[in-house]
């Protein structure tokens, strides 16, 4: 089949509280094909994790779908019931969560917890499960995996968890592997032996990823294209080396210029730390015109009171600000 | 030359793991043998990969782990003893940020009880103090005072990791444990946290260990960094000294595979550690890095090398240790 595995359409998130509905996030619209990564970066909050558990089918009060369209290999999953959504996790589509406790069972050993998903989803005994599980572990370089597996999650380091959520995710080699922050826990070399496994499994077996981090490196390395978010909309997207190199968006800007830049210090002495001034406004008071305004250093009149669209970027991609550069 | 604030002597953490009957019982020795002052006002980066014992070394000084060997002082007060230390008194002076945020906050605790109890119990009675400090420290981590009255899960991954830090910061304590504080943070607000730290070390003369596995975060804010290896310290020193001069072969590799963010192309070949990554269950005999050393010689196999002084300051365990490069 062609046309893209994942196609997120005019998404809407509503957020019930108050007594009133707003949109934690809108108009958020974006394909990821076969194979493909694909990046989401932003200010924390800015509404990546939601987007990332409403792909899943994932969402809870006062959380909830509020419009648009998830379109997985060309069938549409928005109104999937649970049990067809609970059929399509861990097979299809499988997700790294952001924070591993949240994720893992804290009773049940993890060994267990990855043959599982061999269990549940390819219909394998115990036996031979555990034994996929011993190997799983070893994939995502977890040290004596053959005892580890027996371990309970308290029992294991932060950077150790994280990796068994990877290797859960993983397990089955679904279609599309949505990673939130997939290797914070890790030191740099773990992480290149994780991101080798992820780019490895989307040569062999064709796995999409939707790769949401902060660590713009990463992404950059990792993903042909990212998007933007901020405050709950897309704000520009782009082929990951031009973003990085030419930001258009004045939110992409600030954020390249905050990030501290090994060797500095050496040369220059400790600098303050460039922040983008202000903070994230909150959802029941995002400000009108473009979101970004109040902390926008490029912003006019026009800007606080029309909604940027999105306009196409010169060689691919588009940015949606009134004064784009 | 002021007296520390923190002293480790000797400390060791192991922990019994497994059951007589299934593959019988094994001591990890997460921690084991640390000594290691902390000056007032004073920086200590603490780096190494993941399951090399920073964490439990962290919960030990916070008296959150018995240790099995060696004295924990803090602030004069001897904590590993026979006799309970005066935990108000420790809540005054050591406060830690952890690793994981979602398991560390109490669920059912609005930000503003999180905060505002402490205060309470440390006898700030006046109404209007606790809500002005709550609101000033709500605000220099970036929430806003609206945020307040809501819960934990709420909040996303790294809005919940600065209510940790808010909460760390609230009492003014002497010490800050800080593990992995911004990891989930995208760079502005990371930034926006930095600064901060590094505002209160100036100020208040706050003294900080700074567990991180982003070295570019540890030399920015670091005076003196500790390189952890399979729970024990391996090398030692000054910022400058242990990034522009390591002499610890592991310390050595650590630097060569911090990727340049935005030039990552190479980065995976680079930073792929040698060999296995050394387990806690099985470590190997004398040195424990040998396995992955490329100086390794026979006495590296049946001796284990001290930690001694290299330079004024600095100092590695590793037998090889003024064979410059
Ligand atoms: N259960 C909930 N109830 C109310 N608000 C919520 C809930 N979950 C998330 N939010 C809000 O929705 C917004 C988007 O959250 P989300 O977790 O998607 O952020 P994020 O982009 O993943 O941020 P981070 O980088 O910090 O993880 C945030 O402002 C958050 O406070
Ligand atoms: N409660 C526990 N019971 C048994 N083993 C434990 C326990 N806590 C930690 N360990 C083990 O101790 C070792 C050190 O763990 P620790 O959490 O201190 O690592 P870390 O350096 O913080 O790693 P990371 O960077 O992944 O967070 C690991 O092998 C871990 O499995
Ligand atoms: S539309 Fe205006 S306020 Fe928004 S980013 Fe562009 S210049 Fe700044
Ligand atoms: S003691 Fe030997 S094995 Fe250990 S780090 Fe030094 S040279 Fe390498
Ligand atoms: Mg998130
Ligand atoms: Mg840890």
Same mark, same amino acid.
């Given at each position: 089949m062609t046309g893209p595995l994942l196609k997120v359409d005019n998404l809407r998130i509503s957020l019930a509280g108050d007594g009133a509905t707003y949109s934690a996030v809108e108009n958020v619209s974006f394909e990821i094909g076969r194979g493909e990564a694909f990046g989401l970066v932003g200010e924390s909050g800015c509404g990546k994790s939601i987007t990332a558990l409403a792909v899943m089918g994932l969402l809870r009060r006062p959380?909830?779908?509020?419009?648009?369209r998830i379109v997985l290999d060309g069938k549409e999953i928005q109104d999937a019931s649970a049990a067809e959504m609970r059929r399509l996790r861990g097979k299809r589509i499988a997700m790294i969560f952001q924070e591993p406790m949240t994720a893992l069972n804290p009773l049940s050993p993890v060994g267990k917890q990855i043959a599982e998903m061999f269990v549940l989803h390819e219909g394998m005994g115990w036996n031979e499960a555990m034994d996929r599980a011993e190997d799983a572990l070893r994939q995502v370089r977890v040290p004596s995996p053959e005892r580890r597996i027996k371990d309970y999650p308290h029992q294991l380091s932060g950077g150790m968890r994280q990796r068994v959520m990877i290797a859960i995710a993983l397990a089955c080699g679904p279609d599309l592997l949505v990673a939130d922050e997939p290797t914070t826990a890790l030191d740099v070399t773990v992480q290149a032996e994780i991101?080798?496994?992820?780019?490895?499994?989307?040569?062999?077996?064709?796995?999409?990823?939707?790769?949401?981090?902060?660590?713009?490196?990463?992404?950059?390395?990792?993903?042909? &294209?990212?998007?933007?978010?901020?405050?709950?909309?897309?704000?520009?997207?782009q082929a990951a080396e031009a973003i990085f190199a030419t930001p258009s968006h $004045?939110?992409?800007?600030?954020?390249?210029d905050s990030l501290p830049r090994l060797g500095e210090r050496s040369k220059r002495g400790r600098q303050r730390l460039r922040e983008i001034s202000g903070v994230v406004p909150s959802i029941a008071a995002y400000p009108a015109g473009c979101?970004?305004? $109040?902390?926008?250093?490029?912003?006019?009149?026009?800007? &606080?009171?029309?909604? $940027?669209?999105?306009?196409p970027l010169p060689a691919e991609g588009l940015v949606r600000c009134h004064h784009h550069g | 030359m002021a007296e520390p604030l923190l002293s480790l002597d000797d400390l060791a953490v192991h922990f019994k793991i497994g059951n007589a009957l299934g593959g019988g019982i094994k001591t990890l020795k997460a921690v084991d043998g640390v000594t290691l002052d902390v000056k007032p006002g004073e920086c200590?980066?603490?780096?190494?990969?993941?399951?090399?014992?920073?964490?439990?070394?962290?919960?030990?000084?916070?008296?959150?782990?018995?240790?099995?060997?060696?004295t924990i002082g803090v602030d004069g007060q001897e904590i590993s003893g026979s006799k309970a230390p005066d935990r108000m008194r420790m809540a005054r002076t050591v406060q830690m940020v952890f690793q994981d945020p979602y398991a560390s906050l109490?669920?059912?605790?609005?930000?503003?009880?999180?905060?505002?109890?402490?205060?309470?119990?440390?006898?700030?009675?006046?109404?209007?103090e606790v809500e002005a400090r709550v609101m000033d420290m709500m605000a220099k981590v970036g929430l806003r005072p609206e945020q307040a009255d809501r819960y934990p899960h709420e909040f996303s991954g790294g809005q919940r990791q600065r209510i940790g830090i808010a909460r760390a910061l609230i009492l003014k304590p002497k010490l800050v444990l800080c593990d992995e504080p911004v990891s989930a943070l995208d760079v502005s607000i990371r930034a926006q946290i930095i600064n901060l730290l590094l505002e209160l070390k100036d100020e208040l003369g706050l003294a900080y260990i700074m567990i991180s596995h982003d070295l570019g975060v540890v030399e920015h804010v670091s005076d003196r960094v500790a390189v952890m290896y399979l729970g024990r310290i391996v090398e030692q020193g000054g910022w400058q000294e242990i990034f522009e001069n390591p002499? +610890?072969?592991?310390?050595?590799?650590?630097?060569?595979?911090?990727?340049?963010?935005? +030039?990552?192309?190479?980065?995976?070949?680079?930073a792929k550690a040698r060999g296995e990554i050394a387990?806690?269950?099985?470590?190997?005999?004398?040195? +424990?890095?040998?396995?992955?050393?490329?100086?390794?010689?026979?006495?590296?196999?049946?001796?284990d090398p001290v930690l001694a002084a290299v330079a004024e300051g600095h100092r590695a365990a590793c037998h090889f240790r003024d064979r410059v490069s």
């Open positions: 959380l909830s779908l509020g419009g648009g991101i080798d496994l992820m780019a490895e499994l989307c040569a062999a077996k064709g796995t999409a990823i939707l790769m949401i981090s902060h660590d713009l490196g990463l992404v950059a390395n990792m993903c042909k &294209r990212v998007a933007v978010m901020y405050a709950g909309r897309i704000v520009e997207s $004045p939110y992409t800007r600030g954020l390249v979101r970004f305004n $109040p902390r926008c250093p490029s912003v006019t009149e026009v800007c &606080r009171e029309v909604v $940027p669209e999105a306009t | 200590l980066g603490l780096v190494g990969e993941s399951g090399c014992g920073k964490s439990t070394l962290a919960l030990a000084i916070m008296g959150l782990l018995p240790p099995t060997r060696g109490n669920p059912r605790q609005t930000v503003r009880r999180t905060l505002a109890d402490p205060l309470r119990l440390h006898g700030v009675r006046d109404k209007a002499r +610890h072969p592991y310390t050595r590799a650590l630097i060569a595979a911090i990727p340049d963010p935005f +030039h990552r192309a190479a980065i995976s070949a680079k387990s806690a269950l099985n470590p190997p005999p004398g040195c +424990h890095f040998h396995p992955r050393c490329p100086l390794k010689a026979d006495i590296c196999v049946s001796q």
